[in-house]
């Protein structure tokens, strides 16, 4: 990248250190803690809101082996019968892949009659492609590859579990010699990632993996070089834009020192692969799964993977197939040859927050790293449980984060959008779908809330509805309204009204007019507790089994409240999802 002079620009202006700007900044902050602007990454580091040159002896010497910032988009086919496979792949071509993974679904698919009509119009020699699922054993396979015409020289790759039969280790690699370019290792976190696992983490798992490969197939002779020369490393781009930009940086640099330990040269690097997450996509807000496929997009392309897989941003039960499929598909072309990404290498390079983040990230990953060897490696570390634990406890605190909504995801946990007719029609495909996200996924909790709701609806003709009631201030009021009205509708509930009501018979008349089952009192008071008590008492005369809900935590004297007959408190920092799911309970959906 081009770097300006450094007395080129403000160079008017005294220079600034970090302890300079810290102390104006913590004056400016009066009361407010400076800590409260430091962020606590879920990865286990703090970070600082503002670095400075100081910084500047601390950054890491990150590896490059890329003259541009060029990608390979490689979009994903799933093979259930190798002619429809085949119009899929040639279909991608159309939105600029430049690299196929062909999913097999079956064993038997992959005979030399069935992989010609796969690859029919296709050319191999100049088309990355990449292999995942049921695969027969590797050396059967690879032979069969070997028979299509140009094959051999194919840059492309088996991918998935390593632990998949491939007879014996030096079998392996003597096939491989007919494949120069082909990958035939590959380290997938992936799976570590659906269950839970953060970017430190994913990092540390890649490095082990790595290391592993590397340990098991230097002992067929072959040296470091040529085995990371056919290995590829998978991971997964989650949405926060900056860990995930500096998670490749990171990595790289570890495995320089990692492959280096192992006597592979200073250029040597395998093959970087991205796929989008699918932890956070959501079933029922497709679009807005268009803006996080864009930001994780943007994150991997400066992070400088060698590969991008973007996943479609909806399964096809909201959005038509064929409009998913070209809508994600235009992302990468947009950031291509709209945003002109791929001109810079490594444009991250020489920002103190990026290069501040990519160390942490470094040192924290190493130190986890550390951990799996001293295990035994990475496969005896996972068979004695060590990883799942580590993983299980960093899934529990995000969940926690998602269920008290401290983390916001539009469309699921907050603003929730009111389903569309095709989603009504495939309710049931779509619950099924959400009771099979993965363990480590933050979407499908609240989505089958709403789900289950909006069944109930479909077989009762009734929606469990909210009125919410405002008293007192109308700037505090109104605000209570709009946390409450946003916190029912990600349970599916519907809003039957809302106002500002006074004390007055028609007040209630007009608050029970839809026959709501639950109202919430948004009380601005400085003491709420007297007119909370007159509302819930007359309430409770004139419906009994009404669920009278308090906007705010609860005060001091609760307990009159509760006597009253308030059932419950909705605040920030309530676990939502739990509450939601006893609202459902208490209104009959089941």
Known sequence: MTHSRPDSLFHEFPAVSREDWKKKATAELKDTPYESIVWQTPDGFNLEPWYSHDEKEQHLAIPYYKAINAWQNCMQVIVRDPETANKAALECFKLDASAIEFVITDPSICTPANLSILFDGIDTSAVAVYFSGQLPPAPEFLNSLLAIPGFSENSGGLLGDMSREIGSDADLLECGTSLPHFKLFSIDTIPFHEKGSNAVQEIALALAGV???????????????????RMTVILPVGSSHFTELAKPRALRYLLGQLLKAYGASETSMPILFARTSERNRSLLDPYTNVLRLTTEA????????????????????????????????????????????????????????????????????????????????????????FVSAMISEVAAKRRKTVDNRKKTLIGVNRYPWPLVPEQQENIDALELAAEKMPEGNETAGYEL??????????????????????????????????????????????????????????????????????????????????????????????DSGMITVMAGKPPKEHDELLNAGIDSFIYTGVNVLEMLKSYQHKTGVK
């Open 449 to 542: 809330l709403r789900i289950n709701t909006l069944s109930y609806s479909l077989k009762c003709g009734h929606t469990p509805s909210v009125f919410i009631w405002m008293v007192g201030d109308p700037v505090i009021s109104f605000r209570q309204a709009g946390f409450a009205e946003d916190f029912f509708k990600c349970g599916g509930f519907e809003i039957a009204g809302k106002g500002a009501l006074p004390f007055e018979e028609s007040s209630y008349i007009t608050a029970l007019e839809k026959k709501p089952n639950i109202i919430v009192l948004c009380i601005a008071e400085k003491d709420p507790i007297p007119s909370a008590v007159t509302l819930c008492s007359k309430l409770r005369r004139l």
């Open 211 to 229: 290391s592993d490969c590397l340990h098991r197939f230097l002992e067929t002779g072959a040296t470091a070089d040529t085995l990371v020369s």
């Open 298 to 385: 943007v994150s991997a392309v400066l992070g400088g993977y060698d590969t991008l897989q973007i996943g479609a941003f909806d399964t096809g039960l909201s959005v038509n197939p064929d409009v998913a499929e070209r809508i994600s598909g235009n992302i990468h072309l947009i950031l291509k040859e709209e945003a002109s990404l791929d001109r810079v290498v490594d444009p991250a390079h020489g920002s103190h927050y990026l290069e501040a983040l990519t160390r942490n990230l470094a040192v924290s990953a190493w130190d986890i790293f550390k951990n799996i060897e001293e295990k035994g490696g990475l496969a005896t570390a996972c068979d004695k449980g």
